[in-house]
Nanobody
Framework: QVQLAESGGGSVQSGGSLRLSCEAS????????IAWFRQAPGKEREGVSC????????YYSDSVKGRFTISRDNANNAVHLRLNSLRSEDTAVYYC???????????????????WGQGTQVTVSS
């Protein structure tokens, strides 16, 4: 049974940093694409980053490019998302997701993904 679990969220001031983690059970994460989404209150879920399986190619939405970094931690079967230069508009619940596919094609289409974690809250105060 595939399960994903996010951790690392918290409350920070604008300009601060956090590192989110997505740990998996029931699948070898290094083989599959893993995506990060976020959802702010009253807004639709938004894709922010994806890392492809195999070659670990990273992808970022325009809203986070240059500030967030996605990486794979094979030793711990995890994917991390480093959030730097945080802004109040980054406040959201952050989720990781996978659909057991290797590539990040159609990466921002949340209907693509079959497995989701429970989410971790990130709150940025100005």
């Amino acid at each position: 049974q595939v399960q994903l679990a996010e951790s690392g969220g918290g409350s920070v001031q604008s300009g601060g940093s956090l590192r989110l983690s997505c740990e998996a059970s029931g699948l070898p994460m290094d083989y599959y694409a893993i995506a990060w989404f976020r959802q702010a209150p009253g807004k639709e879920r938004e894709g922010v980053s994806c890392i492809s399986g195999g070659d670990d190619s990273p992808y970022y939405s325009d809203s986070v490019k240059g500030r967030f970094t996605i990486s794979r931690d094979n030793a711990n079967n995890a994917v991390h998302l480093r959030l730097n230069s945080l802004r109040s508009e980054d406040t959201a619940v952050y989720y990781c997701a996978t659909d057991l596919v290797m590539t990040c094609g159609s990466r921002w289409d949340d209907e693509r993904y079959d497995y989701w974690g429970q989410g971790t809250q990130v709150t940025v105060s100005s």
